[in-house]
């Protein structure tokens, strides 16, 4: 294969084609990739819902107005930077906005790729098992509804490379940036906390605490003030809270429906439930060893795959039973294992990694949900 052709060029062009196909299908206007629904952007109660993507169209239009088109304004308004920066690359101008929403999804992900590639040949692995990265469908369905998962992962991969590097500074930077993104990405800076803890590095244990945690805690006090409450936590409309019991949140959906329960765990069961306890034993291990021996040998993206597996034992029932959302949310777990297969330069892991791929059955269902 030529040395020109990259990983990234792969997925940027796969996802070009992607969403021509949608825009072609759906009457030429790339707004449609939006899913905007008429219950919110008409104010009819009975209209369409549309998706998540709407939110961020109508907030980047009209940053200070957008919330009354919201379904719960602080909840949207926490993920500010992708359609801050959206507006920004329109000009402030409307027609523009479908374009630029586009264009920033299609650049996160070369670039979300393109630092995953760079991680992998730095220990010695092919670049290209970043395919598995840029062409997850949770990531692919993410940019064609115009969602901020691209952008937030591609911010945390900078961060994690700048850690590799030992420029914990933009570490923090980058971070920080990505939670003002997606909340959800916070979980890697949770990893590398832990990391940092076990290590006993208390000074940059702080700083790393104070450089992600403080930006996002002002702009939710100010969320809180003068939306009335703030983002974590609130939940989009018709969201479930956080399950205590592991997994409860998907076997709980047989109380209402044993029929949907099994179509979800045919899907869910190989693409979440078991990478995250496959990831919870090994990366578990390595961090039940550092405990016991405290040989400083520990790795971070050890703890980076800890977190992320674990956070999928405690998702709401109404994450589970949206397949959408549940793609989307494994895309950290995938992120982790990748980085994993890296760190312990182990073909067989990142081998694992590629079944992930066949997710992108679910692009040929055209939908909200697939």
């Known amino acids: 294969m030529k040395r020109w052709l990259r990983p990234w060029q792969v997925v940027v062009v796969v996802a070009v084609v992607y969403m021509t196909i949608v825009v072609e299908t759906q009457g030429g206007d790339p707004l449609t990739l939006a899913m905007l629904g008429t219950r919110f952007s008409e104010g009819d109660l009975n209209g369409s819902e549309g998706y998540d993507g709407q939110f961020v169209y109508y907030i980047a239009r009209d940053p200070l107005e957008g919330w009354r088109y919201c379904d719960v304004p602080a909840y949207r308004y926490q993920r500010i930077l992708y359609p801050l920066l959206a507006r920004a690359l329109a000009l402030g101008q409307e027609r523009f906005l479908p374009y630029s929403l586009i264009l920033l999804n299609l650049a996160a992900l070369a670039l979300g790729t393109w630092l995953t590639e760079t991680i992998l040949e730095r220990y010695g692995m092919s670049r290209w098992y970043a395919l598995t990265y840029g062409l997850y469908a949770g990531q692919l369905m993410a940019a064609r509804l115009l969602l901020a998962e691209p952008l937030a992962h591609a911010l945390c991969q900078a ?5 590799e590097r030992d420029r914990w500074r933009w570490t923090g930077l980058f971070f920080a940036l990505a939670a003002l993104t997606k909340e959800t990405v916070l979980v890697f800076a949770a990893g590398y906390l832990l990391y940092l803890l076990l290590q006993r590095r208390w000074r940059r244990l702080a700083e790393l605490s104070v450089s992600v945690g403080l930006p996002f805690l002002i702009w939710q006090a100010v969320l809180w003030a003068w939306l009335g409450q703030p983002g974590l936590g609130s939940g989009g409309a ?3 809270g956080w399950e205590i ?18 179509l979800l765990t045919v899907i869910i069961g190989p693409l979440t439930v078991i990478p995250c306890l496959l990831s919870l034993w090994v990366a578990g291990r ?21 977190t ?15 397949p959408l959302a549940m793609l989307r949310l494994t895309t950290g777990l995938v992120v982790a294992a990748i980085l994993y297969g ?3 330069r182990s073909p067989r892991i990142l081998n694992y990694t590629l079944f992930w791929l066949a997710s992108l059955v679910f692009l040929t269902k055209e939908g909200p949900v697939p």
């Open 238 to 240: 018709g969201a479930t």
């Open 308 to 322: 992320n597996a674990l956070v999928m034992l405690f998702l709401p029932q109404s994450t589970y039973r949206e």
């Open 286 to 306: 390595d961090l039940a060893r550092e405990l016991r021996n405290r040989s400083g040998r520990l790795h971070p993206f050890s703890a980076l795959l800890f």
């Open 342 to 344: 890296a760190c312990r």
């Open 159 to 163: 961060g994690i490379l700048a850690a």
């Open 245 to 262: 019991v592991p997994f409860r949140g998907l076997w709980s959906v047989g109380a209402v429906n044993l029929r949907v329960l099994a």
